[in-house]
T-cell receptor
Framework: LAKTTQPVSMDSYEGQEVNITCSHNNIATNDYITWYQQFPSQGPRFIIQ???TKVTNEVASLFIPADRKSSTLSLPRVSLSDTAVYYC??????????????FGAGTTVTVRA | ETGVTQTPRHLVMGMTNKKSLKCEQH?????MYWYKQSAKKPLELMFVYNFKEQTENNSVPSRFSPECPNSSHLFLHLHTLQPEDSALYLC?????????????FGQGTRLTVV
């Protein structure tokens, strides 16, 4: 499994854009990049997933450079309710026995008024 | 509502008790997971089941015993626990496919060992 490195924490203010970068230098050819959000005392929630270039949904955007050794989750115009821990996961989502869904320490994002 | 239901939501048990946590999903997923999350710590993967077969045991003490009778149900049997086992226990399920796989988590069971 590719090891991931994320900042421990980030602070922001309401209305700002938050960008969280995840490093995964040993990402494999078949690996996808997935981001989850977790609020206190709740299970993580899927945000976005991608393989290369850019992916956008109603919640966030995911930017993946050509070498795929890093990725950036972009949260546009955050609000107080976006305060949470954000996890970057890298793995082969098609390999049923290898997709262990292992979480790292994540990035604690705190949004202030 | 994620489609993954965990019961009970809260559990207090003594160190000599035996209890079970239950996880149920009717999403048609073939992979199910147990996680432990202690206060202010990352999720620790405990067990993984694929098509009812255990494919991962992440060095979990034997006082935790998983059971997966079918693809929709997952249990975690607890016995002779220690106070340090107090944590939020989370269940998840996923369906590996070519693209767009996401895992769905239950709300968790908050376990307190006294």
């Amino acid at each position: 499994l590719a090891k991931t490195t994320q900042p421990v924490s980030m602070d922001s203010y309401e209305g700002q854009e938050v960008n969280i970068t995840c490093s995964h230098n040993n990402i494999a050819t078949n690996d996808y990049i997935t981001w989850y959000q977790q609020f206190p005392s709740q299970g993580p929630r899927f945000i976005i997933q991608g393989y290369k270039t850019k992916v956008t949904n109603e919640v966030a955007s995911l930017f993946i450079p050509a070498d795929r050794k890093s990725s950036t989750l972009s949260l546009p115009r955050v609000s107080l309710s976006d305060t949470a821990v954000y996890y970057c996961l890298v793995g082969d989502i098609r390999a049923s026995n290898d997709y262990k869904l292992s979480f790292g320490a994540g990035t604690t994002v705190t949004v202030r008024a | 509502e994620t489609g993954v239901t965990q019961t009970p939501r809260h559990l207090v048990m003594g160190m000599t008790n035996k209890k079970s946590l239950k996880c149920e999903q009717h999403l048609g997923h073939n992979a199910m997971y147990w996680y432990k999350q202690s206060a202010k710590k990352p999720l620790e993967l405990m067990f993984v089941y694929n098509f009812k077969e255990q494919t991962e045991n992440n060095s979990v003490p034997s006082r935790f015993s998983p059971e997966c009778p079918n693809s929709s149900h997952l249990f975690l049997h607890l016995h002779t626990l220690q106070p340090e086992d107090s944590a939020l226990y989370l269940c998840a399920s996923s369906q590996p496919r070519d693209f767009g796989t996401e895992a769905f988590f239950g709300q968790g069971t908050r376990l307190t060992v006294v």
